[in-house]
């Protein structure tokens, strides 16, 4: 969805840029630096939770990839929106 109108178009990208804010990019390193430091202590599940935070940062970076491409064809439909609104 990329907006019925200059204005839902630009509440989209603003929720989308607020997705995707450091604080939410913290919180997963946080957690991924708590399931490595679970793994360094030897504990004997540690494959699982080297496998779980490995599955963490794939999902992530898949997750941000997407929101890039969304922001950016958000940013491409606010042009639109743009030029339709000025004629």
Request: aromatic letters at 4%; charged letters at 35%.
């Amino acid at each position: 969805d990329t907006g019925r109108d200059y204005e839902h178009c630009a509440s989209l990208l603003r929720r989308a840029e607020e997705t995707t804010s450091p604080s939410n990019e913290q919180r997963v390193k946080d957690v991924v630096a708590c399931g490595e430091k679970l793994v360094k202590q030897g504990r004997s599940e540690r494959q699982l939770v080297a496998d779980k935070t490995e599955k963490l940062l794939s999902r992530f970076d898949a997750l941000k990839a997407s929101l890039d491409d969304y922001k950016r064809r958000l940013h491409v439909a606010l042009g639109l929106h743009q030029l339709i609104r000025d004629y």
